[in-house]
């Protein structure tokens, strides 16, 4: 009787693994994004368009302002995102010899466990000063009613703060990983030549978080890109004031769902799909992301 040994055991089970995840990209991922180009360069009549539901898109007047207020709340999110979850890891990292690692892994998580409308529901809830529990925070600071709170010029930090207050638990985990994997003998070495903490993060372990930090930009720049859920629940919810037009993704669902224009609204989408690739593309090269380190 012969037997199989662990290592072929691993290998032949390894495909089984990856299959389910290739499945699922391929049918949620792949085919979508072929079809979204399809409808994008061909017309009502499946005809192809060339560049004409671009064009058209361009052409709509939400369309400059709806880019514009997902680039100011992307600097907003990615900006906070990099300084907070850097910072909030590093010091996990040094609370961890003190006991109190475990605990704040677990409260960082908490806030990912709700979906993303739950999540603005919530802070649907934070915002409103009748009714908030930081509603004297909000009153301090000349906030009185809903209304002024989600005025049109504080929306992108506002987006930005949800974001972070769902998404930003899991990377600081990831941060933290990260950090565990230096070697302590080359942070004793900085303790012995005098490094203190502040010289210790900013000369070896953020130089050596570099492709985790871009890592962590690529994936949450293509995810701001398709900002949703937040403008639109909130629209509906103060009646407008945030519009239906607030984001590209919104503008996108407009034409497809209210105007019955699905050719324009996959050219928007296309479009995010190549500023996307594009700004990745960008990072992974000035990065250095895949040289040996």
Known sequence: MTTVAPRQRRSRAAP??????????????????VYAIYFAFTDSGGAFAGLGNFADAAADF?????????????????????????????????????????????????????????????????LDPAV??????????GYQTFGQVIAPGNLPVLFAAIAFWTGAGGWIVVMYGALNTISPEVLEAARI???????????????????????????????????????????????????????????????????DNVNTAAAISVELLVVGLVVAAVFVVRSGFFDAD
């Open 62 to 126: 939400r369309f400059l302002p709806a880019i514009g207020h997902v680039a100011l709340y992307l600097v907003c999110w990615l900006a906070g995102l990099v300084v907070f979850v850097v910072g909030l890891a590093l010091l996990l990292h040094r609370l961890q010899v003190r006991g109190a690692g475990r605990t704040l892994r677990f409260l960082y998580y908490l806030p990912g466990a709700l979906a993303g409308a739950a999540s603005v529901m919530v802070w649907l809830f934070v």
């Open 132 to 141: 908030s529990p930081v509603g004297f925070l909000l009153r301090a600071l």
């Open 16 to 33: 089984a693994f990856v299959a389910g995840y290739v499945i699922l990209l391929v049918a949620f991922g792949v085919v979508p994004t």
């Open 193 to 259: 030549d005098g490094a203190g903490a502040w010289q210790t993060a900013r000369r070896i372990q953020i130089p050596l978080l570099r492709k985790w930090i871009v890592y962590m930009v690529i994936l949450a720049f293509a995810g701001g890109t398709q900002l949703f859920v937040e403008p639109q629940l909130l629209s509906q919810a103060s009646v407008g004031v945030a519009g239906r037009d607030y984001s590209p993704n919104q503008l996108s669902y407009d034409f497809a769902f209210q105007n």
